[in-house]
T-cell receptor
Framework: RKEVEQDPGPFNVPEGATVAFNCTYS??????FFWYRQDCRKEPKLLMS???SGNEDGRFTAQLNRASQYISLLIRDSKLSDSATYLC??????????FGKGTTLSVSS | DAGVTQSPTHLIKTRGQQVTLRCSPK?????VSWYQQALGQGPQFIFQ???????QRGNFPDRFSGHQFPNYSSELNVNALLLGDSALYLC????????????????FGSGTRLTVV
């Protein structure tokens, strides 16, 4: 079983749509959680951290459920510029970041 | 303030050859991690270096080796190249003890695209 699993995608949505990505992780010792964004042929960049209390950054909302080992990312009012691959990332104490396979989002006009 | 720099940006090698990739970390970072990203996949962790020693290793064969220098820069070496080693190799540096918690400022370079023919 992969340590981090994500929705396979791709997600194709019109501008203005709301889209949700889901992710599960297998190691209950995971302590830190993030969503990264990766544009085509570019390096991954941190989008936002994910906290148990849930957190929001503009149109983006991230949620963590430790009991279910489940992470989500909600994007409201999608823009063309949101088209990218979204990577779910976890980290245990003292270890490197572990990435999921990623989910590709394509927003069309 | 320079971020993470990797060289070369592109490389073509023949099966069986050896390759060395280089990474200079972001200023102030002391830890370097290497990742392999095949087409359509997420980055796969290869290993991490801290204080010139391999601190953690992912599920990669011994053909993959590395080194960290006193100035925190790092090299990734791959011996006996296989066609399946063709991928984007990403270097990330970290070491910030500031927000966000648990992230340590992981910053990625733009990668080296290796093609094995």
């Amino acid at each position: 079983r992969k340590e981090v699993e994500q929705d396979p995608g791709p997600f194709n949505v019109p501008e203005g749509a709301t889209v949700a990505f889901n992710c599960t992780y297998s190691n209950s010792a995971s302590q830190s959680f993030f969503w990264y964004r990766q544009d085509c042929r570019k390096e991954p960049k941190l989008l936002m951290s994910v906290y148990s209390s849930g957190n929001e950054d503009g149109r983006f909302t991230a949620q963590l459920n430790r009991a279910s080992q489940y992470i989500s990312l909600l994007i409201r009012d999608s823009k063309l510029s949101d088209s990218a691959t979204y990577l779910c990332v976890v980290r245990q104490a003292g270890t490197a970041l572990i990435f999921g396979k990623g989910t590709t989002l394509s927003v069309s006009s | 303030d320079a971020g993470v720099t990797q060289s070369p940006t592109h490389l073509i090698k023949t099966r069986g050859q050896q390759v060395t990739l280089r990474c200079s970390p972001k200023s102030g970072h002391d830890t370097v991690s290497w990742y392999q990203q095949a087409l359509g996949q997420g980055p796969q962790f290869i290993f991490q270096y801290y204080e010139e020693e391999e601190r953690q290793r992912g599920n990669f064969p011994d053909r993959f080796s590395g080194h960290q220098f006193p100035n925190y820069s790092s090299e990734l070496n791959v011996n006996a190249l296989l066609l399946g080693d063709s991928a984007l190799y990403l270097c990330a540096s970290s070491g910030d003890r500031v927000d966000p918690p648990g992230h340590y400022g992981y910053t990625f370079g733009s990668g080296t695209r290796l093609t094995v023919v």
